[in-house]
């Protein structure tokens, strides 16, 4: 018989990019929009069998269209554990007269939060909040996202692209508030967000260059946990582990979604499909 010491601290499942919609693949990126109802619920059995916490999808649970999350919101009602999302820049593609409908509609009370479970403080970004397509039309946001991506593009930074976004200064406040009561808590930080932010990639989130600095500072911050480039990457910087989960709407018939076990020393990252296997061991 396992004992306690022989047992993770928490489970819980992760999916990155269903990306879903009714149309068409587009061959030449090898994006299968509508298999990935499929997919997902093949997800979810899977999630089903285990014992998790909870399950997060990382982001573009949609590729466009509002309608679209009447087809694939569906699939999620036969989920078996705690449900969370958060939001990515493809669930934006909307008519401008939904894009405040956006969050509500999967069920966000806030677009980002956080929750803990097991002494692991979990922290869900709206990495969308600053853009050219998130905010309303007219909304501050905008003009402040047009002109840090101006910025970037004449410092030539490979992620200064329209497709991007990042957090506002409010919420980055927001973050680091949220790591130093984990730390006053004694609490263990995994933090979530669409935009990875190393190693360093064109899907990076545009404020990377202060976000790094803020997890790397804190022993007790764990791991940053993201999706948006499909094809997947990871890094450590100063035993912080940067993991970027790859695409589930790519190719046409391979999966690819995880299993996350935290232990006491390590997190150990079951992969399926096309997701790897890995051990990311906690900093002391």
């Known amino acids: 018989m396992a004992s306690i010491s022989d047992l993770p601290v928490l489970r819980f499942g992760i999916v990155a990019d269903p ?3 009714a149309r068409a693949p587009h061959v ?13 619920a093949e997800a979810i059995a899977v999630f089903n069998d285990a014992d998790l916490s909870f ?16 087809d694939i919101l569906p699939v999620y009602d036969s989920l078996k554990h705690e449900n969370f999302f958060l939001l990515g820049n493809h669930d934006f593609s909307v008519t401008p007269d939904r894009l405040a409908d956006v969050g509500q509609r999967v069920g966000l009370v806030s677009p980002y939060y956080s929750f803990v479970r097991s002494g692991w403080r979990f922290v869900a970004l709206n990495g969308n909040e600053v853009s050219t397509f998130a905010p309303p039309e007219g909304h501050p946001y905008r003009e402040i996202a047009a002109s840090r991506l101006a910025d970037l593009r004449a410092a030539g930074a490979i992620n200064a692209q ?15 508030d949220e790591i130093k009561a984990a730390a006053a808590a004694g609490e263990r930080v995994i933090v979530m967000n669409h935009y990875p932010v190393y ?3 064109e899907h990076d989130s545009w404020d990377r260059e202060r976000i ?22 990871s890094g450590a910087l100063d035993g912080c582990h940067f993991l ?8 046409e018939t391979e999966n690819t979604f995880a299993i996350v076990e935290v232990w006491t020393d390590r997190i150990e990252v079951r992969g ?12 002391r």
């Open 55 to 70: 399950v997060m999808t990382l982001g573009d649970i949609i590729d466009r269209d509002f309608e679209s999350f009447d």
């Open 199 to 201: 190693p360093p990639n």
């Open 19 to 21: 990306q879903y919609a």
């Open 212 to 233: 790094i600095p803020l997890l790397t500072a804190h022993e007790h911050v764990a791991a940053y946990f993201s999706g948006h480039n499909h094809a997947g990457n």
């Open 162 to 176: 329209d497709w991007n976004a990042m957090p506002s200064d409010e919420q980055f406040a927001w973050l680091s």
């Open 272 to 283: 399926f499909g096309r997701e790897d296997n890995r051990t990311l061991e906690l900093r």
């Open 28 to 40: 030449g990126m090898n994006r299968h929009y509508a298999r990935s109802l499929a997919k997902l």
């Open 244 to 251: 970027n989960f790859k695409g589930m709407v790519d190719t």
